[in-house]
């Protein structure tokens, strides 16, 4: 591990820039004093324990840093011989990268669950799961990442178009008896009836769409030029 530039360790001061205490997150605030003996982590045998992650400091438990056993937390908190480790003055365990990606690496720990501010990258939190040597996240993150490339080429939703005609009589079990996927858009009268028998029967023309990949087999599908018209005519009438 390569410990931080010394303008962050110095007394009282983190590499945000705050002065005086030094800057604690995640549920405990950061004190005057921070090597105060009444502080989380200092108690000998403590199950708190406290990271300096880029000059901020984390505050957590040892049962969440040790949710991956083969983790490079796991390792720090067992105190493994061959893990070249540092403690700053206060006793915290220095780890030289960025602490604004450290927040879902930690909260993934606590429950499993990777949340992000949507201000951040996927790429920031795969890059720092992969130096914390996460793999079941490292596997998350990438799923996210493929996720949103596949959805960024797959462009703008498209819609396929049926116009069906139809009596008076059959609009009901026509439109509860669409397939899945279809929704109805639109009825038209076309302006004529039939007489059939000694009953009056009003045509209608029913428009129903449903959203369609961008290509099907290699054939890209517009809506057609008749269910253009007819959803324009029947808007003013």
Known sequence: MVPVRSSQLSPGAVSSGCSGAGRSVFGFPGKSNPGSPSEPGDKPGSRWVRLNVGGTYFITTKQTLC????????????????????????GAYLIDRDPTYFGPILNYLRHGKLIMDKNLAEEGVLEEAEFYNIASLVRLVKERIRDNENRTSQGPVKHVYRVLQCQEEELTQMVSTMSDGWKFEQLISIGSSYNYGNEDQAEFLCVVSRELNNSTNGIVIEPTEKAKILQERGSRM
């Open 67 to 90: 949710r991956d056993p083969k983790s490079f937390l796991f390792r720090l908190c067992q105190e493994d011989p061959d893990l070249d480790s540092d403690k700053d003055e206060t």
